[in-house]
């Protein structure tokens, strides 16, 4: 018998589904978060596509009462053995499903499934003995097969940015700072994006431990690749956006997608300041009329969640850290020039304590478009 409260109205909501377990281990969260800073902006503690991640947990909840499946509390991927938290993508992809392959794998990726009678066995059993990199729920996982291959698993989108995106970057650029496509299935419901395993530690671990000079290399480091990654022309016809065609993403408290096709900066702009969550019609267009009106901006490659977490470095034996690669490509594309500017700031509190954004590189930094980013500033408190 499922475990319920009764809502104020007398209907009874139950508590032990994947919803209600869900929103339990946000406010626990939440809880620790405001223990140890009491001043903490606590939006900033709210995972991304949090809305998103509850809708599908309801869904799935739905789902079980249905058809009354096993629990997906201890649900099993192909044998005992193989068994996995509730909040381990893995949980949910079965290798009874059939697997769809819309990008061919690589030669190396089936030298390392095998030949198996049936692929989705060879990958969950593949799956099954990999290491986990990142978890974001059961919505997204990055996990580590080996020394040279990663995969990232997806949940329920046909949205294929990212490994479109690393597909174009493989043949568009001279550096080796992007993942490069192994493959790419679609099975239980997921996405498994397979790409080359980038080594390294993630920024954000080294940072606190570099001094002012390497903070300085890395920064320069980082800004040469940018400036290549924003010379890359923009292919006629283009729409901005994704390079699969999925259109333009805002990602902030909850992810933002445009309706209609966007071929102008004009029509980006319309976009951007749509669907206010409050504020009146004169003051909404009053902050559209600060936005420069003389600026006619590029059109360039943008990665658009730039941030520590999602730039890995390697330390030589020196001590000296270099820049090893960048992952996360989901909300890449071409957008105007200054959207990597104020995307970098993302995640910029009221109480920030990392220096990061003092070294900033050049070629983004929010200096360049300070207009446009104050604007954006005061803009976000609008967006739900």
């Known amino acids: 018998m499922r ?49 998103i991640r509850l809708a599908e947990k309801k869904a799935f909840s739905s789902d079980q009462s249905e058809h009354d499946v096993i629990s997906p509390k201890r649900r099993k991927i192909e044998s005992p053995q193989h068994v996995f938290d509730e909040n381990d993508a893995r949980s949910h992809i079965r290798a009874s499903d059939d697997a769809i392959t819309p990008f061919p794998l690589s030669e190396t990726l089936k030298a390392v499934l095998g030949n198996g009678p049936k692929l989705s066995e060879s990958i969950t059993r593949l799956l099954a003995q990999a290491e986990p990199l990142f978890s974001s729920f059961t919505s997204s996982m990055v996990l580590k097969l080996n020394a040279a291959i990663a995969v990232k698993i997806v949940h329920g989108e046909a949205d294929l940015t990212e490994y ?31 790409m080359s395993y980038v080594p390294g530690k993630s920024l954000d671990k080294t940072w606190p431990t570099l001094n002012e000079e390497q903070k300085i290399s890395l920064r320069d480091q980082l800004d040469k690749i ?24 805002d990602m902030r408290r909850q992810l933002r997608r445009n309706l209609e096709p966007i071929t102008h900066h004009k029509e980006f702009e319309d976009f951007l300041f749509s669907k206010p969550h409050f504020g009146s019609r004169v003051y909404i267009e009053f902050i559209r009329s600060l936005f420069p009106s003389d600026h006619n ?9 730039l941030r520590l977490e999602n730039i890995i470095v390697d330390i030589n034996p020196n001590g000296w850290p270099t820049i090893a690669g960048i992952v996360d490509w989901e909300v890449s594309g071409f957008y105007p020039e ?8 993302n995640c910029l509190a009221t109480n920030e304590r990392s220096d990061w954004y003092f070294y900033l590189p050049k070629s983004i930094s929010p200096s360049r478009y300070p207009v446009q980013w104050l604007l954006d500033r005061i803009w976000d408190k609008h967006i739900e």
Not at 41 to 50: E, I, Q, T
Not at 338 to 345: A, F
Request: charged share 25%; aromatic share 10%.
């Open 3 to 51: 475990d319920s409260i009764t809502a104020s109205e007398g209907e009874t909501v139950p508590t032990d589904g994947e919803a209600a377990k869900f929103n339990s281990m946000i406010l626990r969260k939440l809880q620790k978060a405001f223990a140890e800073d009491p001043e903490v902006d606590l939006l900033s503690k709210f995972p991304s596509k949090y809305s």
């Open 164 to 194: 479109r995106t690393i597909q174009f970057l493989e043949t568009h650029i001279s550096g080796d700072f992007c993942p490069k496509p192994l493959g790419l299935v679609r099975l239980s419901g997921y996405n498994l994006m397979f």
């Open 226 to 249: 940018l400036v290549e990654l924003r010379s890359l022309p923009c292919p006629e016809g283009t729409l901005l956006g994704g390079l699969d065609g999925h259109g333009c993403k």
């Open 297 to 305: 901006p590029r059109c360039v490659f943008t990665h658009g969640d």
């Open 338 to 345: 200054y959207w990597e500017s104020l995307k970098v700031t």
